[in-house]
């Protein structure tokens, strides 16, 4: 009698863990697209785009070392002096806690210059918050030059 209790309290929860996989899944596929068009926007200097993304209270640590808050972080992708030929992300990693998620990835960016081109690497970590309406806002983001 306990194996067949055991048996079927195992079984219901794991149809009940599906759902919750489920949305986990798409989570990390929304994340993951959301960082896509970061990228995307970042190369064709695109603050407005990125603007979207970001909550009003949004605060970021540049690979640089500058501190930039949301208004400073969209005047920042409109006016990069850098030129990226191609910009992209990978390595992506996602925990979820509720409604609020940490990404972390590796961005690769090209970047031309006087000579040529230049490949930048960059370790990030992005803390988004699920709005209300269902919108995924960023409102922490760091980042770091990996040294090649």
Known sequence: MFRVVACSLACS?????????????????ELSRLEDVWAAASMKKDGAAIGRML??????MSDDGRVLDRGA??????TSKDTLV????SGYKVQIFGTTAIIVGTFTGVVKTATGTETRRSAW???????ADGQWL???SQSARLVK
């Not at 972080?73 to 409109?78: E, G, P, S, V």
């Not at 970590?125 to 709005?131: A, L």
């Open 13 to 29: 929860i794991l149809q009940s863990a599906s759902p919750a996989i489920a949305q986990d899944t798409a989570v990390v596929k």
């Open 55 to 60: 909550a009003p209270g949004f605060l970021s």
């Open 73 to 78: 972080a969209i005047q920042d992708a409109n």
């Open 86 to 89: 191609s910009a992209s992300n």
């Open 125 to 131: 970590t992005d803390t988004w918050i699920k709005q």
């Open 138 to 140: 960023c409102v922490a």
